[in-house]
């Protein structure tokens, strides 16, 4: 089976810069075929969607990111990295990578969950 495995995480300062990675593992479907993006949860609010590349190269964003995050990726790593730029204080959460249904980013209530998930890295941005 397939695995996700986070890295890049840490501490900085409102307005500073971190570079999120996601590598993927395991048959090639899980990295060609699904959407893969990403996830965060703040201490006492519920998960929300950051944002997701589809499997032909376009890019969705949640509205509180766009603009200062970008998703991009390595086909030859197989490797998403999410680039967070502008950081707020509210930006502080686990974020998490995850692979499957494009529609869960957009509308969680009308689609499948994603299959697979990585372990969660700790943002924190301090004021």
């Known amino acids: 089976q397939g695995q996700l495995m986070e890295s890049g995480g840490g501490s900085v300062e409102v307005g500073g810069s971190l570079r999120l990675s996601c590598a993927v593992s395991?048959?090639?479907?899980?990295?060609?075929?699904?959407?893969l993006g990403w996830f965060r949860q703040a201490p006492g609010k519920e998960r929300e969607a950051v944002g997701t590349?589809?499997?032909?190269?376009?890019?969705y964003y949640a509205d509180s990111v766009k603009g200062r995050f970008i998703i991009s990726q390595d086909n030859a790593q197989k490797t998403v990295y999410l680039k967070m730029n502008g950081l707020k204080p509210e930006d502080t959460a686990t974020y998490y990578c995850?692979?499957?249904?494009?529609?869960?980013?957009?509308?969680?209530?009308?689609?499948?969950?994603?299959?697979?998930w990585g372990q969660g890295t700790l943002v924190t941005v301090s004021s």
């Open positions: 395991g048959p090639e479907y899980i990295y060609n075929n699904n959407c």
């Open positions: 590349t589809y499997p032909g190269g376009s890019t």
């Open positions: 995850a692979a499957g249904d494009c529609g869960y980013w957009v509308d969680p209530g009308v689609s499948n969950e994603p299959e697979l």
